[in-house]
């Protein structure tokens, strides 16, 4: 079956100061991980027109045509923003398997559009349960003053100002959503910058602001081959916010470049999230790597690529775990036969052999897979992978390897795996199973991590990293929340 192309929204076009414009910078292309085939050739923004969009976004913001809003005037335009994006449903689909390289029948669809687009409406619904005032708990002593004047001391929830939005590669509607949404309904001004390699779905949002009639300024859209435009929006005076998923290794210099203006920071980076299977949970582990393989080809900040299970239990659990993986179908995205797709690009399918290699050549088996396969001949295929680790020290279990890679450790005892899953530079996500709940919850409760049994498909719901997982949560209460300044307003009687 040939792959299906989306049309490419807005003719490729950026969107700044509510208009769509060509980009006047360098030609970049946008290639099809699963059939190594150009999609789209696209210009990309120059350095002027990434400022020019931050400019535009700064005006519209001091000018208050967006935050004077109220929250259900704001909330109104951007269900039409929702409406516009809902009827693309079949082209964003096309954009996900063409761009992003998910296989269309992939349960990791769900995460790509469908999640996403309910999201979108929830996110309006939670900002506007929200006070826009909230009262401090000052003592009554403290309330009277030597004058006998009352004061009256609140908390108001205020837009950051402008945000700079940049996305990562893996869901890319998914991402660009949950910082774009939340951002707007508070009354913030955005620039949105996609990942390079996955640009198009952004553009959508370009053509759904132009549909719902946001204000100029309000919501922009740069894209470009490169990093100077990302550097430029993390570093910039006029800009307030950045809000970045990717990498922990960018993630630090995205915090190094905001420091001089003290932007604020949503970091949202990478993990190395331990699946610990109590004994009375073993069972249940015959699944653990096909889930992470199968997961968008293991492209998931959030997913348990470290699986810990009882040492007794380990080899009868690994011949399961194979099992699962023995019928895998690889291939083209847009194939509904296909069950595990590719993953990004020929440098990530390099990273993966790469790490492979190292765990082996520091004790690890290779029970399943550990390299390219012979077939298909095109396309950024890894072949589902399980590695059977000595130890938690391994590289494999340190490193972030991002592709259809799942590393099998046994544990001792509960001290012990409780001790190998906190033994990580990463805090993202964490899962816990056992039939004793009591039990597992006690365990859960000792993980230095910032989700415990994943990140919900929730807008009600946050998650967030620890240590090089990131900074800030999204979804949820506080995934608004980051987006608005506090001020505290003292406010003294006669």
């Given at each position: ?249 960018v993630g630090k210099q995205v915090m190094a470049q905001a420091s001089s203006t003290m932007k604020r920071l949503q970091l949202e980076l990478g993990g190395k999230s331990a699946q610990i299977y109590l004994p009375d949970g073993v069972e249940e582990a015959r699944a653990a790597a096909a889930v992470v393989c199968l997961s968008h080809a293991g492209q998931g900040c959030a997913l348990g690529t470290r699986i810990f299970v009882p040492e ?131 365990l859960a409760s000792r993980i230095r991590t910032g989700t415990v049994n994943g990140a919900l498909l929730s807008a009600y719901a946050s998650s967030g990293g620890w240590r090089l997982s990131g900074i800030g949560r999204e979804r949820g209460v506080e995934g608004l929340r980051i987006y608005q300044q506090v001020q505290v307003m003292n406010i003294q009687g006669a």
């Amino acid at each position: 079956m040939a792959a299906m192309i989306a049309p490419i929204p807005c003719s490729g076009r950026l969107f700044i100061g509510g208009k769509a414009v060509g980009g006047e910078g360098e030609v970049f292309s946008v290639v099809n991980p699963g059939t190594e085939e150009i999609v789209a050739q696209l210009p990309g923004a120059s350095g002027a027109q990434v400022e020019a969009a931050i400019h535009a976004a700064r005006r519209a913001c001091d000018s208050g045509a967006w935050s004077s809003l109220t929250a259900s005037q704001r909330a109104e335009i951007l269900r039409r923003l929702m409406a516009h994006l809902a009827a693309q449903r079949q082209r964003l689909i096309e954009l996900a398997v063409c761009e992003a390289g998910c296989p269309v029948n992939s349960g990791s669809m769900v995460a790509q559009v469908g999640a996403p687009l309910q999201h979108g409406l929830d996110i309006l619904d939670l900002f506007l349960k929200l006070p826009e005032f909230e009262e401090n708990p000052l003592p009554f002593a403290q309330r009277i003053t030597p004058r006998a004047a009352a004061i009256q001391s609140l908390r108001r929830y205020m837009p950051v100002g402008v945000v700079a939005a940049i996305s990562a590669y893996n869901f890319p509607f998914y991402t660009n959503l949950w910082k774009v949404l939340p951002a707007l309904i508070a009354g913030n001004c955005v620039v949105l910058r996609p990942s390079p390699l996955t640009p198009l779905a952004a553009l959508m949002f370009a053509e759904a602001a132009q549909a719902a009639e946001l204000p100029p300024g309000v919501l922009n859209v740069v894209v470009e081959g490169g990093a100077a435009g990302g550097i430029t929006l993390s570093t910039h005076q006029d800009v307030d916010m950045v809000a970045f998923t990717g990498s922990s290794a960018v993630g630090k210099q995205v915090m190094a470049q905001a420091s001089s203006t003290m932007k604020r920071l949503q970091l949202e980076l990478g993990g190395k999230s331990a699946q610990i299977y109590l004994p009375d949970g073993v069972e249940e582990a015959r699944a653990a790597a096909a889930v992470v393989c199968l997961s968008h080809a293991g492209q998931g900040c959030a997913l348990g690529t470290r699986i810990f299970v009882p040492e007794a239990e380990k080899a009868r659990l690994l011949e399961r775990m194979a099992a699962t993986l023995a019928n895998v179908v690889m291939g083209d995205p847009a194939d509904p036969k296909t069950t595990l797709g590719p993953v990004i690009s020929a440098a990530q399918r390099a990273r993966c052999q790469h790490y492979v290699d190292l765990a082996v050549a520091e004790g690890a088996r290779i029970v399943c897979g550990g390299k390219m396969p012979a077939s298909p001949r095109r396309g950024f295929f890894f072949e589902p992978t399980i590695l059977e680790l000595p130890s938690n020290r391994n590289p494999a279990a340190q490193e972030e390897i991002f592709g259809p890679v799942a590393c099998v450790i046994g544990y001792r005892d509960l001290d012990h795996v409780v001790e190998m899953a906190n033994d990580s530079l990463y805090g993202l996500s964490g899962y816990v199973y056992g039939k004793d709940v009591k039990q597992a919850i006690a365990l859960a409760s000792r993980i230095r991590t910032g989700t415990v049994n994943g990140a919900l498909l929730s807008a009600y719901a946050s998650s967030g990293g620890w240590r090089l997982s990131g900074i800030g949560r999204e979804r949820g209460v506080e995934g608004l929340r980051i987006y608005q300044q506090v001020q505290v307003m003292n406010i003294q009687g006669a």
